[in-house]
Nanobody, 121 residues
Framework: QVQLVESGGGLVQAGGSLRLSCAAS????????MGWFRQAPGKERDLVAC????????YYVDSVKGRFTISTDNTYNTMFLQMNDLNAEDAAEYYC??????????????WGKGILVTISS
């Protein structure tokens, strides 16, 4: 049984940092393309960052480039999202997900339940 469990969310001031973690069980993060998605109230769930298991390439949505970093730790079978210089537009429910495909563009096979990130001004 596959489980993806997010942690590390919470309330942070604008300009601050958070590191989200996604602990995986039932699959190996090295064998899946791993992604972070987010959904703000009243908006669709959008891809934020993806790490391809095929070649290790990364994708970031333009609004987070230079501020967010996606990574995995195979030893602990965990994915991370380091988020720096957070702003109000980053406030959302964040979801981790895993795909058997080479990228996160063709649908994800497994999802976490999500974790809330709130930004205070």
């Amino acid at each position: 049984q596959v489980q993806l469990v997010e942690s590390g969310g919470g309330l942070v001031q604008a300009g601050g940092s958070l590191r989200l973690s996604c602990a995986a069980s039932g699959l190996s993060v090295r064998d899946y393309s791993m992604g972070w998605f987010r959904q703000a109230p009243g908006k669709e769930r959008d891809l934020v960052a993806c790490l391809s298991h095929n070649d290790g390439s990364t994708y970031y949505v333009d609004s987070v480039k230079g501020r967010f970093t996606i990574s995995t730790d195979n030893t602990y079978n965990t994915m991370f999202l380091q988020m720096n210089d957070l702003n109000a537009e980053d406030a959302a429910e964040y979801y981790c997900a895993a795909a058997r495909a080479d990228s996160c563009y063709y649908g994800m096979d497994f999802w976490g339940k999500g974790i809330l990130v709130t930004i205070s001004s």
